[in-house]
């Protein structure tokens, strides 16, 4: 039987590490946020004959497109990035590299036009936010409501803010490891990550209330006095069924993120990540935090 109460100092270490990292990684880099929210006007084309950064750049210098971003992507397409532009001056662009590449062995074919005033980025983005408040403060309520009965050693509002120290701890590592993305490879952070952290959060407390609830099923059996015995029961009995989950989770996103397209490729290993730390918090992370909380209440 896994004594996760004895190896609790480990775990809380680890944690400690990975999470303080991760605040310093976005104090330092911050994250990429893309035109979802930040505004601005995204243009994806596709050639059978795919030119260079700098040939597009030079071509469209004379229109003074301000902070023009050029990214090659894969099957031979470019996404153009820059700030809010009418329609009249995306046809003037498309038309310009038309004139410039297109050819009877090189045809240019419009894939995708993104385009998002400042007013809806703003919008975009806290609605994000309370979107996140929100579901937090909802997991509270639902989990103090839920442990009302289990007031001893722990009062159960505990549970619920036990269950946010951990779903925080799975998010920040989360965006402290696309910071380093988005710094070095340029991975932007636009709706889909938003979704993505909102599914972790999901994922990671719906596991966390599933070891809880065995917790509380092993104190009404064992009582007050053998806390830390319901503790370590409760986790090796939800154990194998939380390992499952998350390996059958983490095969289809797996599939996703290798074989799926380049629209979901990074949508795809936030979820990987997240679900992952989701796992190793219920286990290793929440269910010693409750063990400290008593001991706390001790002293």
Not at 2 to 10: A, C, M, P
Not at 101 to 108: L, M, W
Request: proline residues 2%; aromatic residues 10%.
């Amino acid at each position: 039987m896994l004594d996760i109460i004895k190896y609790k100092k480990i775990s809380f270490t680890l944690s400690a590490i990975l999470v303080g990292t991760s605040i310093i990684l976005l104090l330092i880099f911050g994250l990429n946020l893309g035109i979802d929210f930040t505004g601005g006007s995204l243009i994806q084309l596709k050639f059978d004959q795919r030119p260079s950064v700098e040939q597009v750049k030079d071509t469209l210098e004379p229109m003074n497109l301000g902070s023009l971003r050029v990214q090659p992507t894969e099957e031979n397409s470019m996404i153009l990035k820059m700030e809010f532009i009418e329609e009249e001056t995306h046809q003037e662009i498309v038309k310009r590299l038309r004139s410039e590449f297109a050819s009877e062995n090189n045809k240019i074919t419009e894939e995708r036009v993104n385009t998002i005033g400042p007013a809806i980025s703003s919008e975009l983005k806290e609605n994000s936010i309370y979107a996140a408040v929100g579901v937090i403060l909802a997991i509270i309520g639902y989990i103090a409501y839920t442990f009302r009965r289990v007031s001893k050693p722990v009062a159960s509002w505990k549970y619920g803010l036990t269950a946010i120290f951990a779903l925080v701890h799975d998010v920040l590592i989360t965006m402290g490891v696309f910071a380093v993305l988005g710094y070095w490879l340029k991975v932007e952070i636009n709706i889909p990550f938003a979704v993505a952290m909102l599914t972790v959060l999901g994922y990671s407390v719906n596991d966390t209330i599933v070891v809880f609830d065995r917790i509380r099923e092993k104190l009404s059996k064992l009582g007050v006095a053998k806390f830390k015995k319901s503790i370590i029961e409760g986790v090796n009995d939800t154990l194998v069924r939380s390992m499952n989950t998350s390996f059958t989770t983490l095969g289809v996103l797996f599939a996703l993120f290798i074989f799926g397209g380049n629209s979901i490729h990074f949508f795809s290993l936030a979820l990987i990540i997240g679900i992952g730390l989701g796992t190793y918090s219920s286990i290793f992370l929440a269910s010693p935090l409750l063990y400290t909380w008593k001991k706390l209440k001790s002293y």
